[in-house]
Structure formats: structure tokens, C-alpha cells
């Protein structure tokens, strides 16, 4: 698959997890937050939760489930990210969390399955901030 192909599933998973995550009772806050560190897909309220929720999106699971690709690398940059947000917002006080929202496609416009992992990951000091 080609990137340009890659980038174009990406955004349509992020547009059905976003949705997902509605009819799940989340509240979503902003979407794509960039910053120099990084950016994260969807960041939303769940009750008095910010979630910091990364978006995964294949066209099967041959390869291994999507989660699997929110390796330690991609963590810490998560959390680098996240802690730029909280930063930004003075919003240390707030609870928050590391979701991963997994999305397989059957087609471009077809569903084979959605996932929500909540606390995929913890921010425990262990990335050296």
C-alpha cells in the first residue's frame, strides 16, 4: 500500500473512531494536536478523564493487531505530546489516560472491526521526563 493509500485509511479510521468513541460516552475535545514533540489523533473526555487516544487503522490483521504498532517508541512520544497539551492548558490537575482505538477495514468504506483499548499504556516516569 502506498502512503498516499496509508495516510487516506488513517484518516478514515480516525473519522470512525471518533464516532465509535461518541456513542461510547466520550466527549471529543480536539483532534490531530501537533506540537514539535509529535502529534496525537483524538483527544477527548471521558467523565472527568482526558484521554489521549492514538488511532490505529489496517486494511486486515494479517500482520498482528494495529495496537501492536504503539510500541515503546511510539509511547513516549504519545506521552511527550500529552504532557505538551496538559502544559498548554494548565491541566496537570486532570486525571488522565493512553487509549488505543484499533480499526480494521474491510474496504475503504466498510468496518471489519473496532476496538477500544483503555489505559493501552501508563505514563509511569519510565520515557526519563
Not at 28 to 45: L, P, V
Not at 70 to 76: E, L, P, S
Not at 78 to 91: D, E, G, P, S
Not at 97 to 105: A, H, Q, S, T, W
Request: hydrophobic content about 40%; charged content about 30%; some cysteine.
Amino acid at each position: 500500500m502506498k502512503m498516499r493509500d496509508n495516510k487516506r485509511l488513517g484518516g478514515i479510521g480516525e473519522k470512525v473512531a471518533i464516532e465509535y468513541l461518541k456513542k461510547q460516552g466520550y466527549h471529543i475535545i480536539e483532534t490531530n494536536f501537533k506540537c514539535k514533540q509529535g502529534e496525537i489523533d483524538i483527544i477527548a473526555a471521558d467523565d472527568d478523564i482526558i484521554v489521549f487516544i492514538e488511532v490505529k487503522t489496517r486494511s486486515s490483521d494479517v500482520y498482528g493487531q494495529p495496537s501492536e504498532a504503539v510500541n515503546y517508541y511510539k509511547q513516549r512520544k504519545i506521552v511527550q505530546v500529552a504532557l505538551t497539551y496538559l502544559a498548554k492548558r494548565n491541566l496537570f490537575n486532570w486525571m488522565s489516560r493512553f487509549d488505543v482505538v484499533e480499526v480494521i477495514m474491510e474496504q475503504t468504506d466498510k468496518i471489519a472491526n473496532i476496538n477500544l483499548i483503555k489505559n493501552a499504556f501508563e505514563y509511569s516516569g519510565k520515557y526519563g521526563y
